[in-house]
C-alpha cells in the first residue's frame, strides 16, 4: 500500500525556519509531480510549492521557501526560511504514484512568538 508520510512540523518564532520532509512508501513504480500545500485554519487548502523541472512557488512564499527532491529515497522537502505568522497551517504533500493522486495526512506549522 502507498502511503505519504509528512514530518518537520513544529511551533517556531517568526523569522524562523523549519524543514519539511515527505517519504513515500510502498509498491512505487513511478511518481511524478510532488509538491506541498497547505490549509490554514478556515482557508482552503492552497498550492506551496510543486517540484519539476522547474519548480513552482506561490508568490506568497517565493524567496523564502526551497522545494527539493531526493528521487533515491522517495522523499519530497521544504525548507521553509524567514518564517511569518501567516505561513501558519497545516502542510500536505501530494504526489502523483503509479499514475493515482495521493496525499498525506499533514503536518501543523506554527508561527507565533
Known amino acids: 500500500q502507498v502511503q505519504l508520510v509528512e514530518s518537520g512540523g513544529g511551533l517556531v518564532q517568526p523569522g524562523g525556519s523549519l524543514r519539511l520532509s515527505c517519504a513515500a512508501s510502498?509498491?512505487?513504480?513511478?511518481?511524478?509531480?510532488m509538491g506541498w500545500y497547505r490549509q490554514a485554519p478556515g482557508s482552503e487548502r492552497e498550492l506551496v510549492a510543486t517540484?519539476?523541472?522547474?519548480?513552482n512557488y506561490a508568490d506568497s512564499v517565493k524567496g523564502r521557501f526551497t522545494i527539493s527532491r531526493d528521487n533515491a529515497k522517495n522523499t519530497l522537502f521544504l525548507q521553509m526560511n524567514s518564517l511569518k505568522p501567516e505561513d501558519t497551517a497545516v502542510y500536505y504533500c501530494?504526489?502523483?504514484?503509479?499514475?493515482?493522486?495521493?496525499w498525506g495526512k499533514g503536518t501543523l506549522v506554527t508561527v507565533s512568538s
Open positions: 501530494n504526489a502523483l504514484i503509479n499514475g493515482v493522486p495521493y
Open positions: 510502498g509498491r512505487i513504480f513511478s511518481i511524478r509531480s
Open positions: 517540484s519539476g523541472g522547474v519548480p
